[in-house]
């Protein structure tokens, strides 16, 4: 049968109690920070209006998210491909979930809040890129932080190189594009126009257009 309420849900699992519910704050503590200024990537969870949602992977050096405080975090917008589906999200439904890793730590930094896209000018140089003023800086007001536990990602072997799969055994970027979008563009052109545009634009500011 389908499960169609929270009482059909909960009707075939435990309650959650004791430190999963205990271990949820709304601020950002040491610990919090300190995981940020060690974390490269995380993934960034919106919904549209109408409750669409999307995940977004966001990477940079460790660190390249800041708290602001201790109710706030940040980060520049990088170059993309300029279609915005997260910021067009958050105009429309400000609530965010932020998901942070740490390469060989498998527990995860989890924030939950509201976010605001804010080009005030202090704060968009205070997270220049490459010494170029940010366009955009995305700014999360927390109302929950918790450290997840390390099972799925050890579930996963995510760290496990031993696990990893042979490169030669996925088809490339390139293939896969060609494909999905139906391109009748040779391979090697396309691989080729995909790694200019990653060796132009990797550290632009968001929206900036290669020179």
Same mark, same amino acid.
């Given at each position: 049968?389908?499960?169609? +309420?929270?009482?059909?849900?909960r +009707?075939?699992?435990?309650?959650?109690?004791?430190?999963?519910?205990?271990?949820?704050?709304?601020?950002?503590?040491?610990?919090c920070? =300190?995981?940020?200024?060690?974390?490269p990537?995380?993934?960034?969870?919106t919904?549209?209006? =109408?409750?669409?949602?999307?995940?977004?992977?966001?990477g940079?050096?460790?660190?390249?998210?800041?708290?602001l405080?201790?109710?706030?975090?940040?980060?520049?917008?990088?170059?993309?491909?300029?279609?915005?589906?997260?910021?067009?999200?958050?105009?429309?439904?400000?609530?965010?979930?932020?998901?942070?890793?740490?390469?060989?730590?498998?527990?995860?930094?989890?924030?939950?809040?509201?976010?605001?896209?804010?080009?005030?000018?202090?704060l968009?140089?205070?997270?220049?890129?490459?010494?170029?003023?940010?366009r955009?800086?995305?700014?999360?007001?927390?109302?929950?932080?918790?450290?997840?536990?390390?099972?799925?990602?050890?579930?996963?072997?995510?760290?496990?190189?031993? +696990?990893? $799969?042979?490169? =030669?055994?996925?088809?490339?970027?390139?293939?896969?594009?060609?494909d999905?979008?139906?391109?009748?563009?040779?391979? $090697?052109?396309?691989?080729?126009?995909?790694?200019?545009?990653?060796?132009?634009t990797?550290?632009?500011?968001g929206?900036? $257009?290669?020179?």
């Amino acid at each position: 049968m389908n499960l169609r +309420s929270v009482e059909d849900l909960r +009707s075939i699992y435990r309650p959650a109690r004791g430190v999963p519910i205990d271990k949820v704050i709304h601020r950002l503590d040491d610990h919090c920070v =300190d995981f940020l200024t060690k974390s490269p990537f995380f993934v960034l969870s919106t919904a549209d209006a =109408d409750g669409v949602c999307d995940g977004s992977p966001k990477g940079g050096p460790p660190g390249f998210v800041e708290a602001l405080d201790e109710h706030r975090v940040a980060w520049a917008d990088y170059s993309g491909n300029n279609r915005l589906d997260s910021f067009e999200n958050l105009v429309a439904n400000d609530s965010v979930g932020l998901l942070f890793m740490v390469p060989g730590l498998d527990e995860t930094l989890r924030i939950n809040g509201t976010a605001g896209l804010s080009t005030e000018r202090s704060l968009c140089e205070r997270f220049a890129i490459k010494g170029s003023a940010a366009r955009v800086v995305v700014v999360v007001t927390v109302t929950e932080a918790y450290v997840h536990c390390a099972k799925a990602i050890r579930r996963a072997s995510l760290w496990d190189t031993t +696990s990893w $799969p042979g490169i =030669d055994e996925l088809p490339s970027a390139g293939q896969i594009v060609r494909d999905h979008a139906g391109l009748d563009t040779d391979l $090697p052109v396309l691989e080729d126009a995909r790694k200019r545009d990653h060796d132009n634009t990797l550290w632009r500011p968001g929206g900036e $257009p290669a020179r």
